[in-house]
């Protein structure tokens, strides 16, 4: 049986080349290393930009949806306080406006993603600079929204006692609205006090409904933020689509 010894190495540029080979090679395995990590992380921000759009689109659409309705609804508000302030009484399929004064629903956004990446580390895992802005300006504004609604909310008075003789409530379950009010409207219309309760309540109505146009456009350029990384147009998805005119189908 013959063993073969390693053979020596001999002088200085030999040992150097095989320790060069060495380093070389523990070099390289890192640099792979690295590059796995950096492909990782970069499939890992593109997948947290993918879901923060499609998040933001979706609110884009949900929160147009809402501005075109509260406009709608403040015109016909405003035109009934009109109507009471000139002294004539107005038509009865214009009262409902005087039930809606108070109604301060608060926006109904989707936030799940954000949420998701602000426990997971915050927005300081996002590379953009630019997304990280336009996220923070976003959900600050709605922040402040959501707060000044809660006060509107707080301060909101009917035009009319819910025990007023003068307003009859029924209850019908079939109806998309079950909860149906009928006025003594010539009674109501020469009423002073109802009059002003009318038109303070439009007025903080209009003035909270502007409110709504910031919020809407920080939405807007939020999405266009976040498709531009993407290559992508903030536009509604189909099934949004969908919802939306179901929605508007029922108004």
């Known amino acids: 049986m013959h063993f073969h010894l390693p053979k020596p190495l001999h002088g200085w540029r030999e040992f150097v080349g095989e320790v060069a080979i060495i380093v070389l090679g523990v070099l390289i395995a890192l ?11 970069r499939h890992q921000q593109h997948e947290t930009l993918e879901r923060l759009f499609q998040e933001s689109r979706a609110n884009v659409a949900l929160l147009g949806r809402e501005d075109e309705l509260l406009a709608r609804e403040t015109r016909q508000e405003q035109q009934f306080a009109a109507a009471l302030t000139h002294g004539s009484c107005p038509p009865a399929d214009q009262w409902p406006a005087a039930r809606d004064v108070v109604k301060y629903p608060q926006v109904a956004v989707e936030t799940s993603i954000y949420d998701e990446v602000v426990g997971a580390g915050g927005l300081a895992s996002i590379d953009s600079t630019k997304v990280r802005t336009a996220i923070s300006d976003f959900h600050s504004k709605l922040a402040w929204l959501q707060s000044t609604t809660d006060f509107f909310r707080s301060k909101a008075e009917r035009p009319f006692d819910i025990g007023d003789q003068r307003v009859t409530v029924s209850y019908d379950p079939t109806s998309e609205d079950p909860e149906i009010m009928r006025f003594d409207r010539a009674a109501l219309c020469s009423d002073k006090g109802f009059r002003n309760r009318v038109a303070v309540g439009v007025r903080n109505r209009v003035v909270w409904a502007g409110f709504h146009g910031p919020v809407v456009r920080s939405a807007t350029a939020l999405c266009e933020v976040l498709g531009r990384e993407l290559g992508k147009a903030c536009t509604p998805s189909e099934d949004m689509q969908r919802r ?3 929605a508007q189908g029922g108004h």
């Open 31 to 41: 640099g792979a290393e690295q590059v796995v990590e950096w492909l990782h992380w």
């Open 244 to 246: 939306i005119a179901d």
